[in-house]
């Protein structure tokens, strides 16, 4: 029941130039359906992996067992504080979620299309005035889903460039770089709840120091995790999604083609690539002894739901390593499941649908560029770099 595997350091996972950390952790499902990886995290301790997505819907559903109280930020900083609504549990999580849920809801999402869209047109129509290739995650990918979240909290693009950088650091990085972007995190929301309790405006984190649960204020703590939680979630994860779809279909002309040809299915590809590239871990810590389908999984120990592992289970979805773009009835996990459900969901998928549509309206067929690679990487966060992208 133990295998030699990890989303960090096996075949696939380091930083590797034209690889396919997906493709490759597809090998688990030839084996065990549960087995032990010995140093499958960042920090070398090892994990249950579940292959099964049945078997990580029913871990992420039962909260009593299975918690989500990791501290994963705070443990950067030698510090055990969780990020607030992601590492509650219930009942505390209900609460903090009901509180935020409406900021995310569709109807939010809808008022704000309008400005990521106009955002999407800004950035790829400025990238064909200058030419007619680019590093599509640098001039692209980043700017237009990390402004978006920040736009989202209130705050200004000039420093998007940091803040990237400090994603990077947090989620790439070694044990020291880790720990300087998470000091440097913490001081900036720390400040700018300062600010906005001296001078409210309409934003975020004026709500945030504004809001009461269960008639009280939030503590400071409690603001800063809130923050510090969406502040981190908005760096990295779309514009990774993002950048694995253009790879796809710079790779694939046929599919990039009969999406141009009928720009009405993007919503049901875009649904499919979310299915075949997702980029995030989900990590539970036992709270009990337990048998789960004849394993001896026991109180403290880690439990692996990966969503690039569940969205490739062949039980689950018909030839799994076949992208197909126009698939039906894509129940795919790639925003979790169960109660911790990703809460920026709906917004995630309007900043995909819309950087697809708009970037296949403005940017003939596409390929990646001739003696370029592009560099993958598994990890907590999948995600691509050197995605230079070339249309002469």
Known sequence: MVRNFSLFTSPGMPPTANGDPHAAVTCVHAGPPIFYAPNNTRDGRGTWVMTRARDQRTVLQDTETFSSHRSIFASALGENWPMIPLELDPPAHGIFRSLLNPLFSPQRVRVLEPAVRERAIALIDGIVASGTSCDVMKDFAFPFAVNIFLRFLGLPDDRLAIFVGWGQDLLHGDAVKRKAAAQRIVAFIDDLATLRRKAPVDDFMTFLVQAQVEGRPLTDEEVRSIGVLLFVAGLDTVAAAIGFDLAYL?????????????????????????????????????TRDIDFDGVPIRKGDYISCATMIANRDPAEFECPNTIDLAREENCHTAFAHGPHRCLGSHLARREIVIGLEEWLARIPAFRIKGGTAPITHGGHVFGIDNLILDWS
């Open 250 to 286: 710079a790779r694939n002309p046929k599919d990039q083609q009969w999406l141009r040809s009928k720009p009405t299915r993007i919503v049901v590809a875009a649904e499919e690539l979310l299915r075949a590239y997702p980029t995030v871990q989900m990590i539970r810590v036992a």
